[in-house]
């Protein structure tokens, strides 16, 4: 049986470092943190408030996916994606993602030389950022939905020239073993580029700035429409669920941990010398 690691306590005594007790009093911080002061304008509320009134309407009217796809659809197939610029758009959000990570991980790393006992705010909202494409588009989105959910995407369907059965969002099935369509990977990842504007772009600049981000985003995401290669819900929900996730991660990681410190702080000023 393994060992659990232990300090020396008060008296000598061995107190372990990890307990059920410990975890559970972390769990309740956790989640008291995450309710603490919550408003409807807040982005974690927004964000799930999204997720769940677009999960509930493409559930109830699944014929908006078929027809949203149509659009792009006539006997030739989804003819868009052969169109080279289409394409060059698509291989740019690679370039881009990446170069947005390369600043991200050289803006924790400088933060962590300078200041290694307390990170600077930039790098602290590089770690959010970081955080959140690992966990959403990583994760949930490619580890979790696209390899269980099982959904066939667009072009492969009965309706546009496939054999595979339509689905509607969030209907586990079989039509698709892998990298399926529910939801979009490139969705996720290109709202994850517009949270890096909105977090790492300095206020003066971003009013200009986040448009533009915006608008590549929505130009990636509906390039996989007009491919075949996803449905609107795939897209949408992609979107509103890796919002969700950063949401998350950044108040317990940034919002929850400045808001106890202000507290301390002023608790610190109450109490006479």
């Known amino acids: 049986m393994t060992d659990v690691p232990a300090i020396t306590g008060q008296g000598g005594r061995a107190r372990p470092l990890v307990t059920i007790h410990g975890l559970r009093r972390g769990a309740t911080r956790l ?51 052969q169109d080279p610029a289409l394409r060059a758009l698509r291989k740019s959000s690679s370039w881009v993602m990446g170069l ?56 492969q369907i009965e309706t546009f020239g496939g054999d595979a059965d339509f689905t509607r969002a969030w209907q586990v099935t079989d039509q698709c073993l892998s990298n399926c369509s529910f939801v979009s990977g490139e969705g996720s990842s290109a709202a994850w580029m517009v949270a890096v504007v909105v977090l790492m772009t300095p206020p003066a600049f971003r009013t200009w700035v986040l448009p533009l981000a915006v608008g590549y985003g929505w130009a990636l995401s509906l390039n996989r429409i007009a491919f075949g290669g996803h449905f609107l819900s795939d897209i949408l929900l992609s979107w509103a669920l890796t919002a969700l996730v950063i949401a998350v991660l950044h108040r317990v990681l940034l919002t929850c941990p400045k808001r106890a410190r202000q507290t301390r702080r002023a608790r610190r000023r109450l109490v006479p010398a």
């Open 31 to 81: 989640r008291l943190s995450l309710a603490a002061g919550l408003r409807l304008r807040e982005p974690v509320v927004v964000a799930l408030v999204a997720t769940v009134v677009l999960s509930a309407y493409f559930v109830a009217l699944p014929g908006v996916d078929i027809a949203i796809s149509a659009l792009f659809h006539s006997p030739d197939g989804f003819a868009l994606s």
């Open 100 to 155: 947005m990570l390369l600043g991200l991980i050289v803006t924790f790393a400088s933060g962590l030389i300078r200041s290694p006992r307390r990170l600077p705010d930039a790098a602290r909202r590089a770690v959010v950022l970081i955080a959140g494409l690992a966990l959403a588009s990583g994760v949930l989105v490619n580890g979790v939905l696209k390899s269980l959910w099982g959904r066939a995407r667009p072009i």
